[in-house]
């Protein structure tokens, strides 16, 4: 139970840490290229981890280095994932491309433990497969995404950018409860 914990601190502080950078980042490139670049280094992270178990290597410091990496990458996945709807999908069908997005969203996460519990019967290195192998498909289908993407004007770094999002919730409260937490 304590290394439980410990995993999940170190995923959350990482993710305290670059949730800010994440939406400025969001804001300023290409939402398609953040979310191809997360998906790769999630596969790189799961990889690691799959040959690592085969080879009967997998240690607690590498498992705690994924815990971070994966925490790294998460807001980065959240902010791109959630902002390319709105160039994906016509202004009449956002709210239920919203609800959709969301709502499968919650199925993966509830259906996937539930998946890796069966999938860990045959052992650990079979679940390092599967997610190095749905990472990489996530990359594929986010390659194929096409849109029109517009570059945003060039403006300078500012501490206040890095807070905007979180300014916005703080003077909108109701918006706290849209935001789907995965």
């Known amino acids: ?6 995993a999940g601190l170190a995923q959350f502080l990482p993710s305290a840490l670059s949730f800010l950078l994440a939406g400025d980042l969001a804001d300023r490139i290409d939402r398609r290229l953040i979310l191809l670049g ?3 280094g999630m ?5 690691v981890l799959w040959v690592a178990s085969w ?5 607690l410091p590498l498992l705690m280095g994924a815990c971070v990496v994966l925490g790294l990458l998460r807001p980065f996945q959240m902010t ?6 709105a160039l994906l999908v016509p202004p009449r069908l956002m709210a239920k491309a919203v609800a959709l997005a969301g709502g499968s969203s919650q199925a993966v996460f509830i259906a996937t433990p539930a998946l890796a519990g069966f999938i860990l019967l045959a052992g650990a290195v079979h679940i390092y497969a599967l997610c190095t192998l749905v990472c990489l498909a996530g990359w ?6 096409r849109y029109d993407y517009q570059p945003a004007p060039a403006r300078p770094h500012a501490w206040r950018d890095l807070f905007s999002g979180a300014v916005l919730i703080w003077r909108s409260p109701s918006l706290l409860g849209s935001i789907d937490r995965k």
């Open 38 to 40: 997360v998906m790769l």
């Open 1 to 6: 139970a304590w290394w439980l914990g410990i």
């Open 55 to 59: 080879g009967d290597a997998l240690t």
């Open 43 to 47: 596969s790189g992270t799961a990889a």
């Open 140 to 145: 594929w289908c986010f390659s194929r995404v």
């Open 80 to 85: 791109a994932q959630q902002a390319i709807i």
